[in-house]
């Protein structure tokens, strides 16, 4: 099924990574094929016609999960000022219900916590005592106050066949504490566990609230004009055509063009860019930017549904549909690796009494329950998910869209970068850049012979002389025009011979001309066969071009290839002036595949293994095929074309190449925390199953093997959550950092 197809609900009820993995597996088991569950964000996507087969589905996997959906609201709604259309708003109004459910839960850790100080301080006096059921009563109610919901929960799971989970795992372990007398053991392990699980429960709400501090960009009401009066209404009401009302200090609830009064808009949230730029009549604005001083009227040209905002949050919420070879790893790792410590903790029981010799079954059995409480992987399956999204947030806030984590991993791995040049490196708008005279002659004199020379030419650079002239031409002057194909025009301009054009035209007329080492298109003028002057034409390159391509090489992108149509010649000087290794110039469409293939070919014979990524940046309409042919297609200026966003993997909001060594930055550091979170919650278990099946570690340590080690994992994966908070200044930092790190570019 298409992508577009699908549509992105909020799962009420979600409160446990593993719950995830089965709610995927038993959807996909039945038929659900389309389908994507992210525990990081509390999200589901699926068809929207699966939805009710869907619930019920999991209301027999996990029963009070629910699938929540948005409805669009009616124009009263939208003038009470009462947003419910999107999931994220619906799950909003139980955001209080959850902080109760929390207050409640804290109060029973706390009972539990004092009773069990209680127990353990009166533990040996009333043990000696015929008052000994008193100790028992006193940790039992702290047991059952700390693990009520756990037992509940294991209860439940296990009707329906569900063995291998934490709750399952945690509520054996104990219940075998109390079978061998260890009851102030058994309370601990219950109460450090529902502690750790509460704290990992904030953390993940404080997680998910940095992602929907993401999504705030979306407008919640529009000002439109209808009927000579203004009226608040939903953006989803308003077509394209009609005009909307902007105040200062409010969100373009729409994409539009201004065609009443000036200000300057905020666009943090769509470029990552922090200064506010100036806007008047005429210029367009996106939906998401934020008018910050006079009133605009903005008349509307996209939907909201087409509406940049919508593509950005449609990007960022199926993000987590596409999961890297980390993330897929660990859920399938999960999935086999609980059910085979528990078999390895069943036979760590019963095996060494029946064949070592003295070996006690009580102190095997206490072996076991400890494998048992060191076995739950809820470190990895939470921490992981966190991280790449955290990733994917980090790079949307720096204006830049990555479609999913495998995306994000292989911007990790980037060692060659393909550069389109028209439009990617350069500006793409052709203009004069240099005005040289000869022989008397002034630059406006220059300016005027040409710009009469070129005015019937329908060549693309007769435009920006004549933009340049900035004048109305007097074309009666004009006389005897002629265009040479391949050289230039020649025409009389009040009565004086003007030549324009390339060497080659001065070489047929014999004319002296002087070259120039300026990159651009050279026209040479002479009049009445002497030299007057020299013109050139340049598509510049983009302010921060070079500084990109050094900041990618300082980040160890060993090859950068600029593919362009354009003459040889410019290419070259274009390459050379910003330090790129090669340069392809005179291709077609189907020849830019055709070298990107080549390209990647040679990566690999040189390289041996694959194990870097490359990646082509283009302006993501001409060049879609090879977008879809890299490793990572990434579209620069994606807001305002659909190709781009549609071909590409990652987009960039605001046309800077330099973005893209910050996704890459912030890529390496996504995976840098992930592997840690790997290597750190594998390590701490295989020692601590290690020393629990060596009778050396106990139920306490068990615990911070189990509970520590997902907290801390969890927090290590919210520093990406952090990091991404930090706004356009970050990003302009980290430029700064990289810039000044950069090693110097050789020539091409």
């Not at 100790?135 to 329906?160: H, K, P, S």
């Not at 300057?264 to 009549?281: H, K, M, Q, W």
């Not at 960022?316 to 528990?342: D, G, L, W």
Request: hydrophobic letters at 45%; aromatic letters at 6%; one cysteine or more.
């Amino acid at each position: 099924m298409a992508r577009e197809k699908l549509e992105t609900y909020v799962l009420e009820g979600l409160d446990c990574a593993s719950c995830v993995a089965r709610i995927e597996d038993a959807l996909r088991r039945e038929g659900v094929e389309d389908v994507s569950v992210s525990f990081a964000t509390g999200r589901i996507l699926l068809p929207p016609d699966q939805v009710e087969r869907a619930q019920s589905i999991i209301d027999r996997v996990e029963p009070g999960v629910a699938i929540v959906r948005g409805h669009t609201r009616s124009e009263a709604d939208a003038e009470a000022a009462t947003p419910t259309h999107h999931p994220e708003q619906v799950r909003a109004r139980g955001q209080e219900e959850d902080e109760v459910v929390r207050g409640r839960r804290l109060v029973e850790l706390v009972a539990s916590g004092l009773l069990f100080a209680v127990g353990i301080a009166f533990n040996r006096v009333l043990h000696a005592t015929p008052y000994a059921v008193a100790e028992y009563a006193t940790l039992l109610m702290a047991y059952l106050l700390a693990g009520r919901r756990v037992i509940r929960a294991a209860v439940v799971n296990a009707r329906r066949g569900q063995l291998f989970d934490e709750n399952f795992l945690m509520t054996i372990a104990t219940l075998g504490a109390i079978a061998i007398h260890e009851l102030p053991e058994a309370v601990a392990v219950m109460l450090f566990f529902s502690v750790g699980e509460f704290f990992q429960a904030l953390a993940v709400a404080r997680s998910r609230r940095s992602i929907r501090a993401l999504m705030e960009i979306r407008p919640d009401y529009a000002n439109v004009r209808r009927g000579g009066e203004t009226r608040r209404v939903s953006p989803e009401t308003v077509g394209a055509g009609e005009e909307i009302v902007v105040r200062p200090g409010e969100r373009i609830p729409l994409d539009g063009e201004i065609v009443e009064g000036s200000s300057f808009v905020d666009t943090s949230a769509l470029t990552g860019e922090s200064v506010p730029r100036p806007v008047g009549i005429g210029d367009n604005v996106l939906a998401g930017m934020v008018n910050t001083r006079g009133l605009l009227v903005v008349r509307v040209t996209r939907p909201f549904a087409e509406s940049s905002v919508a593509k950005i949050l449609a990007l960022v919420e199926e993000a987590a549909a596409r999961k890297a070879p980390t993330e897929r790893f660990i859920t399938t790792f999960s999935r086999y690796y609980t059910p085979a410590v528990v078999l390895g903790a069943l036979a760590l029981a019963v095996i060494p009494p029946l064949v070592v010799p003295g070996a006690q079954f009580g102190d095997w059995l206490r072996r076991a329950l400890v494998l048992l409480v060191i076995s739950c992987p809820c470190a990895l399956v939470v921490s992981i998910p966190l991280g790449y999204f955290g990733g994917i947030g980090g790079a949307s806030r720096r204006g830049v869209l990555v479609k999913g984590g495998n995306y994000l991993d292989a911007l990790a791995k980037l060692d060659t970068v393909v550069w389109d040049k028209t439009g990617t490196l350069t500006r793409g708008v052709f203009r004069v850049v240099e005005v040289t005279s000869f022989g008397g002659y002034s630059r406006d004199q220059v300016l005027e012979l040409a710009a009469h020379a070129e005015t019937f030419s329908n060549h693309p650079i007769a435009a920006p002389i004549l933009e340049a002239y900035g004048r109305p031409v007097n074309t009666t002057a004009v006389s005897d025009y002629e265009e040479v194909a391949g050289h230039g025009v020649r025409a009389r301009v009040g009565g004086r011979l003007v030549l324009a054009g390339n060497e080659r035209l001065m070489r047929r007329e014999g004319v002296p001309y002087e070259g120039t080492d300026r990159v651009g298109t050279i026209v040479h003028l002479a009049v009445d066969g002497r030299p007057a002057g020299r013109i050139v034409i340049a598509d510049e390159p983009k302010p921060d071009a070079a500084e990109a391509i050094r900041a990618l090489r300082g980040l160890g992108v060993r090859r950068q290839v600029m593919l362009t149509g354009d003459d040889r010649t410019v290419a070259g000087r274009v390459a050379q002036s910003l330090g790129l290794d090669e340069v392809y110039a005179n291709l077609l469409p189907e020849e830019k595949v055709a070298a990107v293939e080549r390209i990647d070919r040679e990566r690999r014979e040189r390289g041996g293994r694959r194990r870097g990524a490359l990646a082509f940046v283009g302006d993501g309409i001409n060049d879609a095929p090879v977008l879809t042919r890299a490793d990572v297609g990434v579209a620069m200026g994606g807001l305002g074309s659909d190709a781009a966003i549609e071909a590409a993997d990652v987009v960039i909001m605001d046309d800077s190449p330099l973005r893209l060594a910050d996704a890459v930055t912030l890529a390496r550091a996504t995976r840098r925390v992930i592997l840690q979170n790997v290597a750190f919650a594998l390590g701490v278990k295989a020692v601590f199953v290690r020393l629990g099946a060596a009778g050396v570690a106990n139920m306490w340590e068990a615990v911070f093997a189990d509970v520590g080690v997902s907290l801390l994992a969890i927090l290590n994966a919210t520093r990406i959550l952090r990091v991404s908070g930090r706004g356009g200044s970050e990003g302009n930092l980290r430029k700064d950092r990289l810039a000044g790190a950069a090693a110097p570019a050789g020539p091409a």
